[in-house]
């Protein structure tokens, strides 16, 4: 009996053991190369609101669990919950703005994620996570919708569906994820792995495009971000609409107004949409339209407003509850050859004309202000004398750094300034009732040491200048002109618009102010003929077309025109103020201005009515096309002698360089060093270049740059095509001169974004750098393949009323990526290497895939695109027949030097052998070493003992207690 009773402990005690033998065995092979895991048991917590929840520990994991009336959630985690925690999902439903502002800032920042895997949001919907919980730990989600979450866009292999995680401290997770649909092609269940989240964003996606071209009919094409979308079906009532409206002007306004009441919409482009924070207008296209002002207005504007200029960065808003319309721009455009002026309106709410060119922004003179864009690699081991990043002893990486320069000095360009005198005989009144005649006036402030004149010389002495006298002479006689009978007993010979004398040069040009003022003064029994005047112009302008000098024409006159060159180029009109002949007056001038702008397009022209009546209506002294000439902005009214003066003077301060800007927008390839931009202002002279004074360095301004500027910014931007912007901004009054050279430098990081690029290109660059971007003997950008550096950079001012945009050039960075090899080997030979065994390396959130990789004949596989400073990780996805397929993936941590450190939860630290580390495979049934399981055969023997054990024990006991009873 003691011998069995040994026998039976013995054969349970191994039983035992056994057991408990298999269980870490478990954890270090597998019994089939393509075997999964089995979920362990895990412990439900029922999570319902309503009622207190119990713990009830099964296993070693817990569950949380609820079922609300739209999603059923299941949540587990390996760190548990407690018997508190509670966690429920339901579907988004946005009551209030501030709901529908969430929701669609949370799909932004989806959408911004995506894009940076090339992908673009075609339809999104959202389900919110409320819970309460001590640990946010990884955790598993089920997700179940009774209800479907319809999405448009749904490809046929159901691909295009990705899943946002948004957590509670706003980051956002694109994870992997398993999708259910329903037979109506809706999404009923979800499943994924992530950190535990207040949302869950699902989106179906798209190709992100660079640009997209919307056709406008007739009036030509609008050229729009890739990001907008373009709505085939209802979309998301969380996505941002945008309408398109484009308006022409009215048959019945004049066409020289800007007046949007006198425009109307001929197209409109209503099924538009974005996820995105911006949207950009990128271009608008046309053989026979151009834009003369744009408005937009915001889902939460009440009303639009002016925009400066059409195309860049708009920002829209989900639709408003309480305004009811969408993100519209409404784009006023008209044909490049207007169709003809309005007879001027002699009523006393006559509209007047605005101007066509007062918010647009001209392609600068390439001589007014010198500029350039370098950039300077901090990782040379140069030591930057503007930057402490790469000094000896410095513990940033400056591998991925770089040094950008944008500076700017003005240059002394000389001027030509054409000034043209209205000299008809009505300017012989006084310029306004009590004053001196209106001759007399522009006289005065023409000439002398003080006059107009003299002070362009005072600005620069090779300015040079030109005077113009014009009238409309009566004085022409039979061999000068045709015959016109202008009343039933007076006729008038008009001459050819050849021999006219209608316009006479009282200056050639020079660069001296001298002039006869008695030249300037009116003729007596004269009308006006602007037409002869812009003829003259033209011929005077075409003398010093190619000197590169700035044109400026300063256009004087007191009232209309009522002579004008016909289609036969004789000259039309009587020279009277009758409203018939200021309506063919006006048809003639206006053609005539045309063609002159045409012929000039680069002139800056100013107009000054003087007279006390050339605000008005009247038929004699309307500015109707005095502004039709220069546009409105650069049209003054002048009543009195005093303003004309001052008028004089804001012409000459206009044509300095005044309110001056440097802005780079960074591309989507570098970001701002944040860690230390270092961002430096400095002023050198140009006479003696070792004199460098700095205007802000620090974050601050120093005292003589409080004097200069007025700020320098670095503004995010998180978009598809650029990371920030760096602005400097010089104070409004500030004139700018030839004497300094001005510069702003930053540090910039080569962004993940070019990593992906370069590892999605297999190491290759498709632009090169422009010439002359490299900063000093830096060999790093100039015609050298690279990854531009920004987006658009440019140097922007005001000069002669008007504002000016100059572009930068464009530089371009390297990157350089680490390589990892890796060799794969029989665990029992070390000889026999494994071909054909399949590899991913994944970021560190071990969703997203990096890169792909196939061992080759020899065993080995390189992947060639790692980063500085990421962890990523390393999982046979497939292994070689035969073997098994180890569980657990190998962690690869570069460090910020390039220094690869591997470890394996089981094996620990790996090293690398002859440049690459060596991975061993166990074949199956041998006892494994990679991580992998194999411990079926030991668990099915252990419980087949225990088993023994037990029914044995229990034949034992049963015939005890048989024996028990009969005694």
């Not at 799909?107 to 999104?124: M, N």
């Not at 509670?168 to 999708?179: K, P």
């Not at 003729?523 to 044109?551: I, P, S, W």
């Amino acid at each position: 009996m003691i011998k069995k009773r040994k026998l039976l402990s013995l054969v349970a005690t191994a039983g035992l053991l056994m057991a408990q033998f298999s269980v870490p065995l478990g954890q270090a092979g597998v019994l089939m190369g393509h075997a999964e895991a089995k979920d362990p048991t895990s412990e439900v917590v029922t999570s319902d609101p309503s009622k207190p929840q119990a713990e009830a520990v099964t296993g070693n994991k817990r569950e949380l669990v609820s079922d609300t009336n739209d999603v059923t959630v299941s949540v587990k985690s390996e760190a548990g919950f407690g018997s508190a925690d509670t966690i429920t999902a339901s579907l988004a439903a946005a009551k209030t703005d501030a709901d529908y502002k969430s929701y669609s800032q949370d799909i932004a920042k989806v959408s911004l994620a995506l894009s940076k895997q090339g992908l673009a949001i075609v339809d999104a919907q959202v389900i919110d996570l409320h819970y309460q919980v001590n640990q946010a730990a990884a955790v598993t989600m089920a997700l179940h919708i009774k209800k479907d979450l319809s999405l448009n866009g749904i490809s046929d292999d159901h691909k295009n569906i990705k899943v946002g995680l948004i957590t509670s401290d706003d980051m956002v997770q694109i994870v992997e994820a398993t999708i259910g649909l329903s037979h109506a092609n809706a999404v009923n269940s979800i499943g994924c792995a992530g950190s535990l989240s207040k949302r869950v964003v699902v989106v179906t996606t798209a190709k992100l495009e660079e640009d997209k071209t919307l056709a406008l009919g007739k009036y030509g094409k609008l050229v729009v971000d890739g990001a907008v979308g373009v709505a085939q079906q209802k979309v998301s009532p969380y996505s941002k609409p945008i309408t398109v409206t484009i308006l022409t002007p009215k048959p019945s306004a004049l066409e020289s107004s800007l007046d949007s009441k006198d425009f109307e919409v001929v197209k409109t482009i209503d099924k538009l949409y974005t996820w995105d924070e911006h949207f950009y207008l990128l271009d608008f296209l046309s053989d026979d339209y151009e834009v003369l002002k744009t408005e937009y207005q915001s889902a939460k504007d009440s009303e639009p407003k002016l925009q400066d200029l059409l195309f860049g960065e708009y920002e829209p808003n989900p639709l408003a509850t309480d305004k009811g319309h969408s993100n519209t721009v409404n784009i006023y455009i008209r044909p490049r050859k207007p169709l003809g002026l309005k007879p001027m309106p002699f009523a006393a709410n006559g509209i007047q004309p605005r101007a066509f060119r007062s918010r647009s922004v001209d392609s600068a003179s390439q001589g007014e202000l010198e500029h350039h864009k370098r950039i300077d690699y901090l990782g040379d081991n140069q030591n930057n004398p503007d930057t402490s990043v790469d000094d000896p002893g410095s513990q940033h990486d400056t591998s991925d750094l770089y040094r950008l320069y944008l500076d700017m000095t003005g240059k002394k360009q000389p001027l030509d300034v054409l000034v043209v005198v209205d000299r008809s005989a009505s300017m012989k009144e006084g310029i306004s009732q009590n004053d001196i005649p209106r001759d007399q006036a522009v006289k005065n402030a023409l000439t002398g040491a003080g006059g107009l004149l003299q002070k362009f010389i005072n600005i620069n002495a090779e300015n040079k200048l030109s005077v113009i006298g014009f009238q409309g002479s009566l004085n022409y006689n039979s061999r000068e002109g045709k015959p016109e009978r202008i009343s039933w007993r007076s006729i008038i010979y008009q001459p050819s618009i050849n021999n006219n004398k209608d316009a006479d040069v009282l200056k050639n040009w020079e660069s001296s102010s001298a002039l006869n003022r008695d030249d300037l003064s009116y003729k007596d029994k004269n009308g006006t003929n602007y037409h002869a005047a812009l003829v003259k112009a033209d011929e005077m302008l075409n003398k010093v077309a190619d000197d590169g000098h700035r044109k400026i024409m300063v256009f004087v006159s007191d009232g209309v025109p009522t002579f004008y060159f016909g289609s036969d180029h004789y000259r039309a009109g009587n020279g009277t103020s009758d409203a018939s002949n200021i309506k063919s007056s006006q048809d003639g001038t206006r053609a005539a201005i045309d063609d002159f702008k045409k012929k000039h397009p680069n002139l800056s022209i100013y107009s000054l009515g003087v007279s006390k009546d050339i605000n008005s209506d009247t038929a004699s002294s309307s500015p109707v096309v005095l502004k039709y000439l220069s546009g409105e902005d650069h049209y003054y009214g002048i009543t009195n002698t005093v303003e004309l003066e001052k008028i004089a003077n804001k012409i000459v301060e206009d044509s300095k360089v005044s309110h001056l800007e440097i802005s780079d927008t960074l591309s989507q390839y570098v970001d701002y060093y944040e860690k230390q931009p270092d961002v430096v202002v400095t002023r050198i002279s140009k006479a003696d270049k070792s004199k460098v004074e700095t205007l802000y360095k620090d974050n601050t301004l120093t005292s003589e740059g409080q004097k200069i500027i007025k700020s320098v910014t670095f503004t995010p931007k998180e978009t598809q095509n650029s990371s920030g912007k760096v602005t400097l901004t010089f104070k409004p009054d500030y004139k700018i001169d030839d004497e300094y050279t001005y510069t702003l430098s930053f540090n910039v990081k080569v962004s993940d974004k070019a990593y992906e690029k370069y590892k999605n290109q297999q190491g290759k660059y498709t632009t090169k750098g422009d010439v002359d971007t490299d900063y000093g003997s830096n060999n790093t950008s100039s015609g050298q393949d690279g990854f531009y550096s920004n987006q658009e950079a440019s140097v922007n001012y005001m000069a002669d009323g008007r504002w000016q945009k100059l572009t930068y050039k464009r530089p371009v960075v390297q990157l350089k990526t680490i390589p990892a090899a890796f060799s794969k080997i029989d665990a029992n030979d070390d000889k026999k290497t494994l071909d054909g065994v399949e590899f991913e390396l994944r970021k560190e959130n071990r969703t997203a895939v990096w890169e792909k990789g196939t061992t080759a004949k020899n065993g080995r596989l390189v992947f060639n695109y790692l980063q500085k400073g990421k962890t990523y990780y390393l999982y046979e996805t497939k292994a070689r027949a035969g073997y098994t397929l180890p569980e657990n993936p190998w962690k690869i941590k570069v460090d910020d030097k390039g220094k690869i450190r591997l470890t394996h939860p089981i094996e620990g630290e790996l090293q690398s052998n002859h440049g690459a580390y060596v991975i061993k495979n166990h074949k199956i049934y041998q006892l494994p070493s990679s991580g992998g399981r194999g411990s079926q055969l030991f668990l099915i023997f252990g419980s087949m003992v225990i088993t023994t054990t037990a029914l044995l024990y229990r034949r034992r006991y049963n015939r005890k207690q048989r024996q028990q009873s009969i005694m």
